[in-house]
């Protein structure tokens, strides 16, 4: 392996031949930048995980709120933990790195892990859009429909799902023969900086990691669409002002997490991510994938009476 070229930025030394991996760039910086970005995302992480976390304790402790919506939720909210664990720990230690290395096999895992979260993410947000169709539009029905073993087996099969989704392209990449000097411009071991490196251009693995990608996020897309221009048919017939409100607050907090999810992830991957600025693919990466976790609980919080009261009895115990 040649030497790994240096960036003004970074202490790479002259021994770097003996390094087998990638480099990071993640956001470089002078060191004084790579110690604040680190306390921040420090503080970042913690609060992610701490607001989930609440959100789960919230949901297991109290008995008003075993119910199918708010199961789903402290699962999603379990994932969301899931999801920024797969990057935020491995960036904190590459701020605090000189040569900001990930192994072959580190890389390859958090590729694996990282997209298999996220597209877990997708039949989660999913599910919960038809958890509230059933409960709008059937709701004479929906004890009978949305019973707890249905509701456990949706769960299952969005986990199931989501990590056998990327297992294929992640086999047909890892196989791959890497060429130059392995820097990925990114946080995290992305697609498309990651096939940029390949030593032979393979459009074919290109495009079955597009379609992979593709697929799920539209697809489900569609389905939560489907799901919510049904409900809004429902809503718009119910006679009464207060009514029409009360329906349409269970969906807002749910819609306002779609949008914040999808609205980045569409962009990201509406276009080539070979052809993405490095920047750009950051900046949409570090919105869905660290910032969303973080304000996700905030929203169903703050927008749900139940788990208003729920969060605040938990924290007072």
């Given at each position: 392996m040649?030497?790994?070229?240096?960036?003004?930025?970074?202490?790479?030394?002259?021994n770097?031949?003996?390094?087998i991996?990638?480099?990071?760039?993640?956001?470089?910086?002078?060191?004084?930048?790579?110690?604040?970005?680190?306390?921040?995302?420090?503080?970042?992480?913690?609060?992610?995980?701490?607001?989930?976390?609440?959100?789960?304790c919230?949901?297991?402790?109290?008995?008003?709120?075993?119910t199918?919506?708010?199961i789903?939720?402290?699962?999603?909210?379990?994932?969301?933990?899931?999801?920024?664990?797969?990057?935020?720990p491995?960036?904190?230690?590459n701020?605090?790195s000189?040569?900001?290395?990930i192994?072959?096999?580190?890389?390859?895992?958090?590729?694996?892990?990282?997209f298999?979260?996220?597209?877990?993410?997708?039949f989660?947000?999913?599910?919960?859009?038809?958890?509230?169709?059933l409960?709008?539009?059937?709701?004479?029905?929906?004890?009978?429909?949305?019973t707890?073993?249905?509701?456990?087996?949706?769960?299952?099969?969005?986990?199931v799902?989501?990590?056998?989704?990327f297992?294929?392209?992640?086999?047909?990449?890892?196989?791959?023969?890497?060429?130059?000097?392995?820097?990925?411009?990114?946080?995290?071991?992305?697609?498309?900086?990651?096939?940029?490196?390949?030593?032979?251009?393979?459009?074919?693995?290109q495009?079955?990691?597009?379609?992979s990608?593709?697929?799920?996020?539209?697809?489900?897309?569609?389905?939560?669409?489907?799901?919510?221009?049904?409900?809004?048919?429902?809503?718009l017939?119910?006679?009464?002002?207060?009514?029409?409100?009360?329906?349409?607050?269970?969906?807002?907090?749910?819609?306002?997490?779609?949008?914040?999810?999808?609205?980045?992830?569409?962009?990201?991957y509406?276009?080539s991510?070979?052809e993405?600025?490095?920047?750009?693919?950051?900046t949409?990466?570090?919105?869905?994938?660290?910032v969303?976790?973080?304000?996700?609980?905030?929203?169903?919080?703050?927008?749900?009476?139940?788990?208003?009261k729920?969060?605040?009895?938990?924290?007072?115990?």
């Amino acid at each position: 392996m040649g030497p790994f070229t240096a960036h003004r930025h970074m202490k790479i030394s002259n021994n770097s031949s003996t390094i087998i991996g990638f480099i990071l760039l993640g956001f470089p910086c002078a060191r004084e930048g790579q110690i604040l970005l680190f306390v921040l995302f420090s503080i970042v992480y913690l609060l992610t995980l701490m607001s989930n976390g609440s959100i789960i304790c919230a949901v297991r402790w109290h008995q008003r709120l075993h119910t199918p919506m708010y199961i789903l939720l402290a699962n999603f909210s379990f994932l969301e933990i899931c999801y920024v664990t797969s990057t935020i720990p491995n960036m904190l230690a590459n701020f605090l790195s000189d040569t900001k290395v990930i192994s072959f096999s580190g890389c390859f895992l958090q590729f694996y892990f990282f997209f298999s979260l996220g597209c877990t993410e997708c039949f989660f947000l999913a599910i919960m859009a038809f958890d509230r169709y059933l409960a709008i539009c059937q709701p004479l029905h929906y004890p009978t429909l949305m019973t707890g073993r249905l509701c456990t087996n949706l769960v299952v099969s969005c986990w199931v799902l989501g990590f056998l989704w990327f297992l294929i392209p992640i086999v047909i990449v890892s196989q791959m023969s890497f060429c130059g000097s392995r820097i990925i411009d990114h946080f995290l071991c992305d697609p498309g900086p990651l096939l940029a490196l390949t030593c032979k251009k393979a459009p074919g693995v290109q495009l079955v990691f597009s379609t992979s990608s593709a697929v799920p996020i539209i697809i489900l897309f569609l389905c939560i669409m489907a799901s919510y221009a049904l409900v809004l048919r429902a809503v718009l017939k119910v006679p009464s002002a207060a009514g029409r409100r009360k329906a349409f607050s269970t969906c807002g907090s749910h819609l306002a997490v779609v949008s914040l999810f999808y609205g980045s992830v569409l962009v990201m991957y509406g276009s080539s991510i070979t052809e993405q600025e490095a920047g750009t693919q950051k900046t949409l990466t570090l919105f869905y994938s660290i910032v969303t976790p973080l304000l996700n609980p905030m929203i169903y919080s703050l927008r749900n009476k139940d788990m208003k009261k729920a969060l605040w009895k938990f924290l007072k115990i």
